[in-house]
């Protein structure tokens, strides 16, 4: 299959609403590339082949989603886009890409490797080689076109708060399950089980792969459907959303139905001039904020349900 790539250049302050208009068109992978938060990872001594000196010398931002060559978006898209830039008073580029599934696939190869996060977690694309030491737990992934890789510090706080919370024997909800590795992640540092659900039809079936990569077809249910829908009337001990503060915040009310007391909400994807209103969403419903993750202007938040 072939795809289309839409790149927004753009300031930091609409990032999200960009997210939100991709994700909500029905794409499955969008990517952030924040020359701010590149320019701190080197100058904490990480060198990363693939940015450019260029890149690195820029203030914006771009964010990128992909879709099938076939499935018409523009129209509604350029009107989405026309908003942001009326309710930011902001200028946003707009270019369009032809991508070959093959060419995607190869630059994952080129650029990805293992890596670990937090205590236990090794995060491995499928086609490297890892032998990994006692007591590492690891993930194989493959993130195909679907958002969720590990590498962007949203997956990282979800990941992290995972390898902290979870203790074993845990019934999950992932609320917008993209690739599936927080799924994948919580079965391994021993959930009970995951209902794991996506919007995108694309996310679904590539996390279902991921599932089967991992052998855990048996403990991890996949589906398509809005995510505030679908998770109501279900128990969970966590609810993972690692998606945008605005449906964060749409989808808190019902978490907070969904989580036992004591339970965990672990939100992410949240960009931090729009943490308060998640902040006040998340007291106004019953839960105690216990710990908050921030990487350059991202922000994960664990709460507990009271």
């Given at each position: 299959?072939?795809?289309?790539?839409?790149?927004?250049?753009?300031?930091?302050?609409?990032?999200?609403?960009?997210?939100?208009?991709?994700?909500?068109?029905?794409?499955?992978?969008?990517?952030?590339?924040?020359?701010?938060?590149?320019?701190?990872?080197?100058?904490?001594?990480?060198?990363?082949?693939?940015?450019s000196e260029d890149f690195l010398n820029h203030e914006f931002v771009v964010v990128k989603a992909y879709f099938p060559?076939?499935?018409?978006?523009?129209?509604?898209?350029?009107?989405s886009i026309a908003a942001v830039e009326d309710n930011f008073q902001v200028k946003c580029s707009v270019f369009i890409?032809?991508?070959?599934?093959?060419?995607?696939?190869?630059?994952?190869?080129?650029?990805?490797?293992?890596?670990?996060?937090?205590?236990?977690?090794?995060?491995?694309?499928?086609?490297?080689?890892?032998?990994?030491?006692?007591?590492?737990?690891?993930?194989?992934?493959?993130?195909?076109?679907?958002?969720?890789?590990?590498?962007?510090?949203?997956?990282?706080?979800?990941?992290?708060?995972?390898?902290?919370?979870?203790?074993?024997?845990?019934?999950?909800?992932?609320?917008?399950?993209?690739?599936?590795?927080?799924?994948?992640?919580?079965?391994?540092?021993?959930?009970?089980?995951?209902?794991?659900?996506?919007?995108?039809?694309?996310?679904?079936?590539?996390?279902?792969?991921?599932?089967?990569?991992?052998?855990?077809?048996?403990?991890?249910?996949?589906?398509?459907?809005?995510?505030?829908?679908?998770?109501?009337?279900?128990?969970?001990?966590?609810?993972?959303?690692?998606?945008?503060?605005?449906?964060?915040?749409?989808?808190?009310?019902?978490?907070?139905?969904?989580?036992?007391?004591?339970?965990?909400?672990?939100?992410?994807?949240?960009?931090?001039?729009?943490?308060?209103?998640?902040?006040?969403?998340?007291?106004?419903?019953?839960?105690?904020?216990?710990?908050?993750?921030?990487?350059?202007?991202?922000?994960?938040?664990?709460?507990?349900?009271?």
């Amino acid at each position: 299959m072939n795809w289309k790539e839409f790149s927004v250049l753009t300031e930091g302050i609409c990032v999200e609403a960009i997210a939100g208009i991709f994700h909500s068109m029905g794409s499955g992978g969008v990517i952030i590339e924040d020359p701010q938060a590149a320019r701190k990872y080197i100058s904490e001594k990480w060198t990363p082949e693939s940015v450019s000196e260029d890149f690195l010398n820029h203030e914006f931002v771009v964010v990128k989603a992909y879709f099938p060559e076939d499935n018409d978006v523009f129209e509604a898209f350029s009107k989405s886009i026309a908003a942001v830039e009326d309710n930011f008073q902001v200028k946003c580029s707009v270019f369009i890409d032809d991508v070959r599934n093959e060419d995607w696939e190869e630059n994952w190869k080129k650029y990805y490797h293992a890596f670990k996060v937090g205590e236990r977690l090794v995060i491995k694309p499928s086609w490297e080689e890892y032998h990994g030491s006692e007591g590492e737990v690891i993930v194989n992934i493959d993130p195909g076109m679907a958002f969720g890789t590990g590498i962007h510090a949203s997956t990282r706080f979800c990941l992290r708060f995972l390898d902290q919370y979870v203790h074993g024997g845990e019934n999950v909800i992932d609320a917008g399950c993209g690739s599936g590795i927080l799924s994948i992640a919580a079965i391994k540092l021993g959930a009970a089980g995951v209902f794991a659900m996506d919007i995108d039809e694309l996310a679904v079936r590539i996390a279902r792969e991921n599932i089967d990569l991992n052998g855990l077809a048996d403990k991890i249910l996949v589906q398509a459907g809005d995510i505030v829908t679908e998770i109501r009337g279900r128990q969970a001990d966590m609810v993972l959303a690692n998606i945008t503060a605005e449906v964060v915040v749409e989808l808190i009310p019902e978490a907070a139905k969904v989580i036992k007391s004591g339970g965990y909400f672990f939100g992410s994807g949240i960009v931090d001039s729009r943490w308060p209103s998640v902040q006040t969403a998340l007291e106004n419903n019953g839960f105690v904020v216990e710990q908050v993750l921030q990487d350059v202007d991202w922000i994960g938040v664990a709460a507990r349900r009271r």
